[in-house]
Nanobody, 117 residues
Framework: VQLVESGGGLVQPGGSLRLSCAAS????????MYWVRQAPEKGLEWVST????????YYADSVKGRFTISRDNAKNTQYLQMDSLKSEDTAVYYC???????????WGQGTQVTVSS
C-alpha cells in the first residue's frame, strides 16, 4: 500500500491550492479516504472524509465551505481543493486510508501547506 501526496506549497491568505493523493497497492475504490493535518507544534486534526463512491463527504467545521474533497476511482486518486486559505490552515496535510473499522491504517508522507503573506 502506498499513498503519495502532492500539491502543497506557499500561498497567500485568500488563495487556493489543490492537494492530490495517489494511491497504489490496494483496491482504491473499496475504501473510504481521509485528509488529516498537523499544524506546527499541534496534534493531528481531522479535515475531511469521502466515501467509496464520492457521494458522501464530511468536513471539520474549521474548513467547511472552503475545502472540497473528491476522488477519481479510475485514477486511484483523491483530492482536496482548498479555497479561501487562512494562516491557520498552515500544516502538513496527510492522506490516509480508512479500514473497515474506521481506523486509519495507512498514511502518506504528507505535504506542507504554508499560508502566509
Amino acid at each position: 500500500v502506498q499513498l503519495v501526496e502532492s500539491g502543497g506549497g506557499l500561498v497567500q491568505p485568500g488563495g487556493s491550492l489543490r492537494l492530490s493523493c495517489a494511491a497504489s497497492g490496494f483496491t482504491f475504490r473499496s475504501y473510504w479516504m481521509y485528509w488529516v493535518r498537523q499544524a506546527p507544534e499541534k496534534g493531528l486534526e481531522w479535515v475531511s472524509t469521502i466515501d467509496t463512491g464520492g457521494g458522501d463527504t464530511y468536513y471539520a467545521d474549521s474548513v467547511k465551505g472552503r475545502f472540497t474533497i473528491s476522488r477519481d476511482n479510475a485514477k486511484n486518486t483523491q483530492y482536496l481543493q482548498m479555497d479561501s486559505l487562512k494562516s491557520e490552515d498552515t500544516a502538513v496535510y496527510y492522506c490516509a486510508r480508512s479500514n473497515t473499522d474506521r481506523s486509519l491504517d495507512y498514511w502518506g508522507q504528507g505535504t506542507q501547506v504554508t499560508v502566509s503573506s
